[in-house]
């Protein structure tokens, strides 16, 4: 397995997760820890960014505190968002906790009714839902069914990613998580990006290659992608507020909107990074999400969309230029053969940022079809 990328889970046993299928979980339990002298730490980062890249702005963001997942046996299991590095695919969505590797091999105790049993393992603690966490599940549940996957989420920002996960003491704030809180991920920000693995009527995945000027990994190829925004949220509830107004209890009022977000706002990066109508898209299938090892295992959620046109006509769109096409320099397809074969050997695979590459392996775990993805987008 490459280093710098794991996959925390897949959505394999399903094909793949509508957004019909999934639900979140909002609250202030699942943000950040900190202390006056991080928050400091933080301060000075950002303002040294700022100094060198004055265009950087900082929005809120959704944070990957853990998540619920019902095994294809219908077993309901609390997660952690930490999963090691060297951490296999093997067993990933079929009832397997993710489990420090001393206890990979351990199997999950089940009662006479085949639910889970309470289980702490350090890192994971495995329980059956109550009715509580039932009717606080946002998404699939306010639509009178029960998700398959619940994403527990708090709120951070992109300058606390910049001071957390990417700075330079982020190894001794993952320690310090763990022996404080017995998290090692308690003090970062862990802001849950989206991505896509596009895939053209002719058969070819679209890749982008970044541009020198973005934060994190300038020349590599990458997916399109970026992340959900709380802002969007409010936004689609009526609220107008600034990035610093945003506030927890905008976010309960409709957790069904977060999940909305999650989903749409993948296809909206495809828009404003590749230049392609949403009218072009299918509806997003979620494939899992996976950690980026060399930003201390930030999140993200990876996604299959499918495309009406060609990589000809997306080519053609690509050189028009999109709202965001200052993030890329080139536009590369690879058949989806190709990307099926991608491996760590391949001469390839070092040309992707680790985001493509953790895609890349969910989307080679859940092999989705177009037969799987037959709702087009219901937004111009």
Known sequence: ??????????????????????GVEVSERYNRKSDSALERHISEV??????????????AKFRLHSFILVSPNH??????????????????????????????????????????KQHSTGLISIVSPTNEDRK???????????????????????????????SCDAAELRQRGQAEFKD???????????????????DQVVFIRRSQKVAEAGGLLDIPGGHPEPKAVCESLGETVSEEQITMVMMQRRPAAVVSELFFSV???????????????GAPVLLGVALNHTSAGRPSAEFFVSCSLTSK??????????????????????????????????????????????????????????ADDTTQQAHT
């Open 136 to 166: 606080s599940k946002g998404g699939a549940a306010e639509h009178g069914s029960e998700p398959i996957l619940v994403l527990r989420l708090g709120l951070t920002s992109y300058k606390e990613y910049l001071g957390t996960n990417w």
């Open 184 to 202: 090692p991920l308690a003090l970062l920000a862990q802001p849950l990006g989206v991505g896509a693995i596009l895939c053209t009527s002719d």
């Open 46 to 59: 950002w303002t040294e960014r700022l100094s060198k890249e004055p265009w950087l702005f900082n929005g």
């Open 1 to 22: 397995m490459d280093p710098e990328v794991s996959v925390l889970f897949h959505c394999a046993p399903w094909r793949g997760l509508r957004d019909s299928q999934v």
């Open 313 to 370: 006509e997306i080519q053609e769109l690509y050189w028009k230029g999109g709202a965001e096409a200052n993030e890329s320099t080139d536009v590369v397809f690879l058949s989806r053969a190709e990307v099926l074969q991608l491996n760590s050997s391949s001469p390839l695979w070092s040309e992707l940022c680790p985001s493509a590459k953790g895609a890349v392996l969910l989307y080679q775990t859940v092999k989705p079809g177009r």
């Open 267 to 281: 296809s909206a990066e495809i828009r404003d990074e590749v230049n392609v109508a949403l009218r072009f898209l």
């Open 75 to 116: 077993q309901p299991s609390t997660y952690s968002s930490h999963a090691p590095p060297e951490h296999s695919l093997e067993g990933v969505g079929d009832g397997d906790a993710l489990l420090d590797h001393s206890d990979q091999r351990n199997r999950l105790p089940k009662t006479e009714n085949n639910d889970v």
